[in-house]
């Protein structure tokens, strides 16, 4: 980032050349870019930003775009959560924030974010305030995933109290419910009893949460022959949770759940029980619209219900993951198959028994990109 803000002209910029920025500014700038925590400068009344390497992961696909642009621009989809501490730094008030969640528009989508930060006046040689100081800390894996161990650990405590199949049902879609920021809605469909000696057994929908009962993608009545819509068929031959991708070009842009756009994915889930060959439930859930997206996914090949490769194959689909790194890791080790693993979609092919040395070579290349 140093290289970069040098090499940069300024000469344009509400800053103008670097040779002309006031000493307060250049000290500051020069303790920001020698810290490797992220930190990030917001000068002058245009609040043009300067930040290290660090701060750059947070600015995601906008950087270098970024750098020299207004603050309040860049972070206008996170005013909400921040407009009012920045406006207290302004008027010479420190502001520390533990764990916010804001809204950021920083890979291509509105993503949900946590950061812990603090916004502090920064005071030029005329003794007014010249700029702010913001150092942060994204915690948006720690809350997100500390949120889904609490979903699944609230619906484990409450199913143990369940003593009916009607219990099961109403008890898992009100305990979901209180997660909607990760399962926007949920559908839980039970069999039709008149139809389960039937060659292609119908479901009948239950409890839902998020939407309402006979939207286009919520029927009254699932069937393995019934065409369009949800993938039963597909289901019951893998009697494994799939992913259903594209799930706007099914409902438009139907809202449902907490956010103003339909997520564009889903997970139908088969739910079975030890002795049956039907499952005894099937649940579809959609994903967040808004979640984390991964940077990288370890994928084994040798996998039940889907291989690797299909699995590969389908997150190259998805625009949420046609970026992410993929890497196999998996006992296949022949030519053909490390070929046929590429071909799939894969970037890496890692062979078990996994040299951890040249795991951490890889991810580390990944990092640097």
Not at 114 to 131: A, Q, V
Not at 142 to 162: F, I, K, S, Y
């Amino acid at each position: 980032m140093a290289i970069l803000i040098r090499s940069l002209d300024w000469t344009n910029s509400p800053l103008g050349p670097i040779e002309g920025w006031p000493q307060s500014l250049r000290t500051t700038v020069s303790l920001c870019l020698a810290s490797s925590f992220p930190i990030n400068i917001i000068w002058g009344p245009r609040n043009v930003q300067i930040y290290n390497d660090g701060y750059r992961i947070v600015c995601g696909e906008k950087h270098p775009a970024s750098l020299g642009m207004d603050y309040k621009e860049c972070r206008a989809s996170a005013w909400p959560a921040i407009g009012d501490p920045f406006e207290r730094a302004r008027n010479g008030e420190t502001s520390f924030l533990e764990n916010v969640r804001m809204f950021l528009f920083r890979n291509g989508y509105l993503e949900e974010t946590f950061f812990t930060f603090s916004l502090s006046p920064i005071r030029d040689e005329t003794g007014g305030i010249g700029g702010l100081f913001h150092p942060v800390t994204e915690t948006t894996a720690t809350m997100v995933g500390e949120r889904r161990t609490r979903a699944v650990r609230d619906l484990t405590a409450r199913l143990a109290q369940a003593t009916t199949t009607d219990e099961v049902f109403r008890l898992t879609v009100d305990t979901l419910a209180a997660f909607e920021f990760d399962v926007p809605f949920m559908l839980l469909y039970e069999p039709d009893p008149a139809t389960v000696d039937q060659p292609a057994p119908q479901y009948r929908l239950h409890g839902h949460h998020g939407i309402d009962s006979g939207a286009t993608f919520a029927p009254p009545v699932l069937s393995i022959d019934q065409p369009g819509g949800w993938p039963v068929a597909e289901l019951m031959h893998a009697m494994t949770a799939i992913q259903v991708p594209r799930l706007r070009d099914r409902i438009g842009m139907q809202r449902c759940g907490p956010y103003d756009e339909a997520p564009d994915a889903a997970f139908a889930v088969p739910i079975r029980r030890h002795g049956t060959d039907a499952p005894v439930a099937i649940m579809m859930a959609g994903a967040s619209s808004r979640t984390l997206r991964p940077d990288v996914c370890l994928l084994d090949i040798g996998l039940p219900g889907m291989d690797g490769n299909a699995l590969a194959l389908r997150l190259r689909q998805q625009p949420e993951t046609a970026r992410t790194v993929l890497i196999a890791v998996t006992g296949y080790g022949k030519e053909r198959e490390r070929l046929a693993a590429l071909d799939a979609g894969f970037d890496h092919h890692l062979v078990k028994p996994v040299d951890f040395q040249r795991l951490a070579e890889v991810l580390e290349t990944i990092r640097a990109a």
